[in-house]
């Protein structure tokens, strides 16, 4: 192999990071959930880049990796909206039946 002092490598890695900044930053960010890259295409491609629970059309800057907060597990990918949502809501099923119960309720 090649060596090279520290200097050069930290301005190489400098130079590889602003050029793939995206491919980069993905990686980073799928990492943080135990994911891979290719995890994350599949999940975007399964949704046809759109929002798990509203259907928006989201890509890598708009989507946030949604996760099960107890178990890491990836449930799918979310618009900003909707995952504020889930979690205003404390990620509870039974909540949001509710609050949906609350909104469906006739005028009286």
């Known amino acids: 192999g090649v060596f090279m002092c520290l200097a050069c490598k930290r301005e190489n890695g400098a130079k590889y990071r602003e050029q793939n900044?995206?491919?980069?930053n993905l990686k980073n960010?799928?990492?943080r959930y135990r994911i891979s890259v290719d995890d994350y295409h599949g999940l975007m491609a399964a949704q046809n880049g759109r929002c798990a629970i509203c259907g928006?059309?989201?890509?890598?800057r708009s989507c946030h990796i949604d996760h099960d907060h107890v178990t890491g597990e990836v449930r799918?990918?979310?618009?900003?909206s909707c995952n504020t949502g889930i979690g205003l809501f404390k990620d509870s099923p039974e909540l949001l039946r509710n609050a949906a119960k609350y909104l469906e309720k006739p005028d009286e």
Do not use: P, S, W, Y
């Not at 900044?21 to 980069?24: A, C, L």
């Not at 799918?76 to 900003?80: K, N, S, Y």
């Open 21 to 24: 900044r995206e491919k980069v």
């Open 29 to 31: 960010r799928v990492g």
């Open 76 to 80: 799918g990918m979310l618009c900003a």
């Open 56 to 60: 928006a059309e989201i890509d890598f």
